[in-house]
């Protein structure tokens, strides 16, 4: 059950992460305007803070979160599929409208698959399948964008959009097969009367409430503007030390393979996922830091490689602190809201990112390892007192 869980999830976010540069390219293709593509993206990631929330709490309130997950992804695909053929012949304000429905419903495919690990993966082997599943981001980020590249470059950007589209429909059957939920425990369940808003405020009580959960929720969010900045910085880097552009982008795959690779380390191993949660948010803020001071490729490519060191397990780190401090009728909401959080915060960073980089690619990482210090102050500051 494990494997097929595995298998679904990294079809679901490879999908997921090919669809945005799928998109930009296909608006850029069609209509010759570089802005019809961004207007799709961001129409495609705003929604999510308002979908994730909302969708966490019809996880938490069905036997089979398995099929609403399923009927996520279809709707996610069908949006995905309206835009593809309506680029070019549909208004694009209309496809807007479309990308911002879909992206509803986009927190399914990144945390709404995480929260149902604890109904394939014994307690016992939680914290392994966590790092597991926390691998399959990885994967997901590192060949999402390689696949649409070179589907693009072959067969046009349609297709690659198509094959993203197709990735996530091959998930859904991932989704279904996943079992019932248990009946809850009497001391866990929530009131069955409990209307829509009262249980999404308590999704966010339980967030905001002082512990572990409220401190690893404020570091990731933190931290995703600091990992913006070396996203929009990449680019620049690379045809700073080398000539091209194209070389920034071998640093994000880089990372990402890092990041893989730390995981499976982790994977094996037992760890404190508070403790893995501060040093790797500091070993990000390192690995800026040495991209910022940067004056060879070899230098940027061990700043990568860092980062990715600091990526994966603090990704790990997260959702083991989400798994075990999350109330089991709140799992899937506090899965969700924490995805649309921190999908919110890495926009606020690009959207931070891009003049800072205009004017220097040096300031915008330097600022970037000072968000990383900062969510790190933020972990010292939430932390409980001696």
């Known amino acids: 059950m494990l494997g097929r869980y595995m298998a679904g999830a990294v079809a679901a976010r490879t999908g997921n992460e090919m669809a945005g540069p799928a998109l930009l390219l296909l608006g850029l293709a069609v209509t010759g305007s570089a802005s019809a593509g961004a207007s799709l993206l961001a129409g495609l990631t705003v929604s999510a803070a308002v979908g994730g929330p ?15 997950l399923a009927a996520s992804m279809g ?16 208004p694009h304000g209309v ?20 929260a149902q690990l604890p109904l394939v993966a014994e307690p016992a082997r939680l914290p392994r399948a966590n790092a597991l599943d926390a691998m399959t981001y990885n994967v997901a980020g590192l060949a999402g964008p390689a696949v649409v590249g070179a589907l693009a470059s072959v067969a046009g950007p349609q297709v690659a959009a198509l094959s993203a589209l197709a990735l996530v429909l091959a998930a859904v059957g991932g989704a279904w097969s996943l079992p019932k939920r248990r009946p809850p425990d009497a001391h866990e369940a929530a009131p069955a009367s409990k209307g829509v808003l009262r249980e999404l405020a308590a999704g966010f009580v339980a967030i905001a409430r002082p512990g572990s959960l409220r401190r690893a929720t404020v570091v990731s969010m933190i931290s995703m503007g600091g990992v913006a900045m070396l996203v929009v910085a990449a680019p620049l880097l690379g045809q700073r030390l080398t000539g091209q552009t194209g070389h920034g982008a071998l640093l994000l795959a880089v990372v990402a393979v890092a990041g893989l690779a ?10 404190d996922p508070d403790r893995v949660l501060l040093l790797s948010t ?22 990568a490689v860092l980062a990715g060191v600091g990526e994966g397990p603090q990704l790990t780190a997260l959702f083991a602190v989400r798994h ?14 924490g995805a649309s959080l921190k999908i919110t915060s890495f926009a606020l960073g690009s959207a931070a990112a891009g003049p800072l980089v205009d004017r220097s690619v040096e300031a915008a990482l330097l600022a970037g390892a000072g968000i990383m210090l900062l969510a790190a102050l933020a972990y010292a500051l939430l932390s409980p007192r001696p």
Request: proline fraction near 4%.
């Open 54 to 68: 909302l969708l966490g709490v019809f996880l938490d309130r069905v036997r089979r979160p398995g099929l609403v």
């Open 75 to 90: 709707g996610y695909a069908a949006g995905l599929a309206i835009i593809v053929a309506g680029v070019g012949r549909l």
């Open 95 to 114: 496809l807007v409208g479309v990308a911002v429905l879909a992206g509803l419903l986009g927190p399914a495919l990144a945390g709404g698959w995480t």
């Open 262 to 271: 730390a995981n499976g380390v982790l994977a094996r191993r037992t760890f």
């Open 282 to 303: 500091l070993v990000i803020a390192a690995a800026l830091g040495l991209a910022a001071v940067a004056q060879s490729m070899p230098v940027a490519i061990l700043a």
């Open 324 to 337: 075990r401090e999350a109330p089991a009728h709140l799992r899937s909401q506090i899965f969700t809201t």
